[in-house]
């Protein structure tokens, strides 16, 4: 391979990359395996919680929320407590498909 990149002149990226390739064909990978789909959805689902945790918190009210205010809180609330019983369900094993999945 060495008298290859001299032959073709190949830069220091592009030897590496040729090495890099030759490994991949005989099977070798490094680092961590692909995470799947079903992680990448869970990771993004706990990311999600922490973030509505957060502005949970900072809706915490010094004063009482106006009417307008409480009206949509509470329809949030709503589709939260829906996603809330399909996430337990899915922890279960259970799925409730997609007639019972929170609307959007």
Do not use: F, W, Y
């Amino acid at each position: 391979m060495l008298e290859h990149a001299e032959r073709e002149k190949l830069s220091v990226r592009e030897l590496r990359e040729c090495v890099v390739a030759a490994r991949r064909c005989l099977g070798e990978r490094r680092g961590p395996p692909a995470r799947g789909a079903t992680d990448k959805a869970v990771s993004a689902l706990e990311g999600d919680v922490r973030r509505l945790v957060d502005a949970i918190g900072r809706l915490q009210p010094r004063e009482r929320l106006d009417l307008r205010t409480q009206t949509r809180v509470a329809a949030v609330a709503s589709l939260l407590a829906e996603a809330s019983v399909e996430l337990a369900a899915l922890s279960r094993g259970n799925h409730l498909g997609a007639a019972a999945a929170p609307s959007r």
